[in-house]
Structure formats: C-alpha cells, structure tokens
Nanobody, 126 residues
Framework: QVRLVESGGGLVQAGGSLRLSCAAAGTTFSRYTMGWFRRASGKEREFVAA????????TYGDSVKGRFTISRDNAKNTVYLQMNSLKPEDTAVYYC???????????????????WGQGTQVTVSS
C-alpha cells in the first residue's frame, strides 16, 4: 500500500509562489510516475504536472506551463511542485498521485494513477 501525504498549501497573493510537497511511504518511490492534479470548486479534476518513472521526463498542463515546475527526490521519497506567478485561477485543492505509466501522454490521465493523497488547499487572492 502506498501512502501519499501532501503539504505546503496555503493562502498567497497573486504573483506569489508556493512549493507543494508530497511524501510517499510504503513503496519504492522511484518505481512510480508521480503526478499532480487539482480540483477547483465546482470544476472537474485537472492535470497539472507529472514526472515519469525511469526516464525522469516531465510533462505539464497547458495552464501551468512556464510557471510550475515538478521535481522529485527519490532519496527522500518526495515529489515537489514549485508554483510561481500564481493566479487566482490556480485556486484549488491539489492532489499528488502515484502510478506506473511510462508515457507522458498517458500520465496526464487521472485513470493512470493508482494511489492518491488527501489533497492540500491552495488559495490565491487577487
């Protein structure tokens, strides 16, 4: 069983930055593709970013490209999401997820992930 715990959410002004962390336990972390998704109130879950297992390649949702950066530290069993130039429309609950996809085009789909964290709230004020 893989346990994922997100942290680092909070309230920030537009234009500011936050770094989310997702710590994994109960698994060999490096075996997993790690993704970040978000869900804004009243909206569907949206893909944010993923780092692909084995290759280490990354992929991003169009709405965050150039502003967000995903990274991982396999020694610490942790994946990060650095969020810069935040906008009010980035307000959402952010979830990390673990899966086994090897392809970036598949890693954008929530169905490719087997394990999910409980989420952390990010609120961006205008």
């Amino acid at each position: 069983q893989v346990r994922l715990v997100e942290s680092g959410g909070g309230l920030v002004q537009a234009g500011g930055s936050l770094r989310l962390s997702c710590a994994a336990a109960g698994t060999t972390f490096s075996r997993y593709t790690m993704g970040w998704f978000r869900r804004a109130s009243g909206k569907e879950r949206e893909f944010v970013a993923a780092t692909i297992r084995l290759s280490g390649s990354t992929t991003y949702g169009d709405s965050v490209k150039g502003r967000f950066t995903i990274s991982r530290d396999n020694a610490k069993n942790t994946v990060y999401l650095q969020m810069n130039s935040l906008k009010p429309e980035d307000t959402a609950v952010y979830y990390c997820a673990a899966g086994t996809s090897l392809l970036p085009l598949r890693a954008i789909r929530s169905s490719e992930y087997d394990y999910w964290g409980q989420g952390t709230q990010v609120t961006v004020s205008s």
